[in-house]
């Protein structure tokens, strides 16, 4: 990767690398912390976990552990929709992951409608709880909904800043119409964190119950799919 492909720059300024780990079906304790730790290691500087995930806190724990300043590392977590207020909601991941501010908090699928938690999310951003919002697994007239109802602060240049795209979602992301909204699509299948060549990582493994060539199953690298630039036009 070159240096423009190792980050993007979001609608709202900020800027997001696009290859991280995400810890997905990993369990909250050793492993996910062992998996973790093996990113940052390796020089990973972006870990993706969630509400859903239950393992907030081990993401926390490897990060304080690993001596990285917090600055260096850029984090993201997603709401639950299935809970009710997101901005009490990240104050939980705050708490959870021993931060003051997450960089970017995504809605994590579109239950009950596309729109609803979209008011909640900008009282998280307002709040401090976060630098960035913004929505994952919704389809280009999902993401077209949020947009509608977006407040005009927020569209300066725009409301919906990154996006994860699953694969059955992406195929309306890399075309025209995604296209048209600014969105840059990548790498969308994970594959696994594979630490090699250390004795330690092997024993730290091993005491997690997993082999080191194989932390679990989709503990794994991803790359985002991203709503940048001028994409969305100012009101």
């Known amino acids: ?43 990973y500087r972006h870990i993706d976990t969630a509400q859903a995930y239950g393992n907030e806190a081990s993401v926390g724990r490897a990060l304080r552990d690993s001596g990285i300043p917090r600055g260096e590392v850029f984090i993201t977590t997603k709401f639950h929709p299935g809970r009710r207020d997101p901005a009490a909601e990240a104050e939980g991941s705050l708490r959870r992951l021993g931060v003051d501010q997450v960089d970017l908090y ?3 699928w579109p239950q009950k409608g596309p729109t609803w938690a979209w008011p909640g999310m900008e009282a998280a951003q307002e709040h401090g709880y976060t ?11 999902q993401l077209d909904e949020v947009m509608s109802v977006a407040s005009s602060a927020r569209r300066q240049p725009g409301p919906v800043q990154p996006l994860r795209v699953s694969p059955r979602a992406a195929g309306g992301m890399r075309g025209a119409r995604g296209r048209a909204r600014g969105l840059q699509p990548a790498r969308d299948r994970p ?17 997690a119950g997993a082999g080191p060539d194989s932390l679990v199953p989709a503990a ?5 799919c991203t709503l940048v630039g001028d994409a969305i036009p100012a009101s």
Do not use: K
């Open 191 to 207: 594959s696994s964190l594979r630490p090699r060549g250390r004795a330690d990582r092997r024993a730290g493994a091993a005491d």
């Open 1 to 43: 990767m070159t240096g423009d492909e190792r980050r993007r720059v979001l609608a709202d300024g900020n800027v997001i690398p696009t290859l991280g780990l995400g810890v997905w079906q990993v369990p909250d304790g050793p492993q996910c912390e062992n998996a973790v730790r093996w990113a940052l290691e390796f020089g």
């Open 131 to 141: 630098r960035s919002i913004g929505v994952s697994n919704y389809s280009v007239d």
């Open 106 to 108: 995504i809605v994590h």
């Open 220 to 224: 794994g690298v991803f790359q985002t």
